[in-house]
């Protein structure tokens, strides 16, 4: 199995150590067959981020979708599950999961195809990495 965590973390002006605070931690696991978990924990305002936390919640989330082929309850307008089974994942979720290039190359292929050959710019919007505010680490 292979496990990764990114977050999106608060303002960083504000926080004590200079990198900000993880508000929102991704876990993605993805097991031998290839089927991907992904679970989030979100911070309310008041709660006090911890990282460890947010991994244990969003670890879980992604064990439950994993195990169960199903997907939790919608946040963020909709948008995403708290716990995702084989959710649709961004080129930067395939880079932290260790797929190569070719294999990225391969699955936006695969995408322009399903979509009817839409331009690259609606393929980008659909496999781009949220960069502003992540940071990317291992199960370390």
């Given amino acids: 199995m292979t496990e990764r965590y990114y977050y999106i973390?608060?303002?960083?002006?504000t926080s004590p150590n200079g990198k900000g605070r993880p508000i929102i931690t991704?876990?993605?696991i993805k097991d031998g067959t290839g089927n991907i978990g992904r679970g989030i924990a979100i911070c309310s305002d008041q709660d006090q981020p911890c990282k460890k936390v947010g991994r244990g919640i969003a670890k879980t989330r992604a064990l439950y979708a994993l195990s169960s082929a199903?997907?939790?309850c919608k946040?963020?307008?909709?948008?995403f599950y708290k716990a995702a089974y084989n959710p649709k994942v961004?080129?930067?979720e395939l880079k932290l999961l260790g797929y190569s290039e070719d294999q990225i190359d391969e699955a936006k292929e695969m995408l322009r195809i399903m979509t009817g050959g839409k331009d690259e710019n609606s393929l980008n919007n659909?496999?781009?990495d949220s960069a502003n505010g992540i940071c990317i680490t291992d199960n370390r």
């Fill in 9 to 13: 973390r608060d303002d960083i002006t």
């Fill in 26 to 28: 991704f876990c993605l």
């Fill in 70 to 72: 199903k997907n939790g």
């Fill in 75 to 79: 946040v963020f307008g909709g948008s």
């Fill in 90 to 92: 961004t080129e930067f």
């Fill in 126 to 128: 659909n496999l781009s």
